[in-house]
């Protein structure tokens, strides 16, 4: 199995920080100082390409043959894409929308792989819950949803699905 326990913290600690960030808390510019958009950006940039380099390992290290865990590395480039794409924008102080639009593809895509998580109802729950999540980010980007919002939505989604399944909070996930 790849080290999908550094992916789920490194992905749960990316969207806390966005989540405070949209929640309020944190996200005010002092005067002087770059807007904390900049560092939240930082901090998805690398939980991206973490997710982009553990897609990589598995799918170079492990033949589909012996290790239905390849299909797993599509899922992670998905996500991988969506915060280093969302770390850039951030961090370079550009148009969030163009994140919103990307958010539409990474809360669809990943539902494709339902079948795949056959065995965890969990998981597909999951995938289920993080489509919400990313319609509500391009909801929020688009001026549709206010940030607090998406930041109470995203804190839930840090906490509940990303943080709590490594932490062994939950325990009935099982991986092909």
Same mark, same amino acid.
């Given at each position: 199995?790849?080290?999908?326990?550094?992916?789920?913290?490194?992905?749960?600690?990316?969207?806390?920080?966005?989540?405070?960030?949209?929640?309020?808390?944190?996200?005010?510019?002092?005067?002087?100082?770059?807007?904390?958009?900049?560092?939240?950006? +930082?901090?998805?940039?690398?939980?991206?390409?973490?997710?982009?380099?553990?897609?990589?390992?598995?799918?170079?290290?492990?033949?589909?043959?012996?290790?239905?865990?390849?299909?797993?590395?599509?899922?992670?480039?998905?996500?991988?894409?969506?915060?280093?794409?969302?770390?850039?924008?951030?961090?370079?102080?550009?148009?969030?929308?163009?994140?919103?639009?990307?958010?539409?593809?990474?809360?669809?895509?990943?539902?494709?792989?339902?079948?795949?998580?056959?065995?965890?109802?969990?998981?597909?729950?999951?995938?289920? +819950? +993080?489509?919400?999540?990313?319609?509500?980010?391009?909801?929020?980007?688009?001026?549709?949803?206010?940030?607090?919002?998406?930041? +109470?939505?995203?804190?839930?989604?840090?906490?509940?699905?990303?943080?709590?399944?490594?932490?062994?909070?939950?325990?009935?996930?099982?991986?092909?």
């Amino acid at each position: 199995m790849p080290p999908i326990t550094m992916v789920f913290l490194l992905t749960g600690i990316a969207v806390f920080v966005q989540a405070m960030y949209f929640i309020g808390i944190g996200a005010s510019q002092q005067e002087g100082q770059k807007n904390p958009i900049v560092a939240a950006g +930082w901090i998805a940039l690398t939980a991206g390409i973490a997710d982009l380099a553990v897609a990589f390992y598995v799918t170079v290290g492990r033949p589909i043959e012996a290790d239905p865990s390849l299909i797993l590395s599509g899922l992670l480039a998905i996500y991988g894409l969506f915060f280093v794409a969302l770390g850039v924008v951030e961090i370079l102080g550009l148009d969030l929308r163009v994140v919103g639009n990307l958010a539409i593809a990474t809360g669809i895509i990943p539902l494709f792989w339902i079948p795949f998580f056959s065995g965890s109802l969990t998981v597909q729950a999951h995938l289920v +819950w +993080w489509l919400i999540a990313f319609l509500s980010i391009t909801l929020t980007t688009y001026g549709k949803m206010k940030p607090k919002v998406l930041g +109470w939505i995203l804190m839930i989604t840090a906490v509940v699905f990303f943080l709590a399944f490594p932490l062994g909070l939950i325990n009935n996930v099982s991986f092909p």
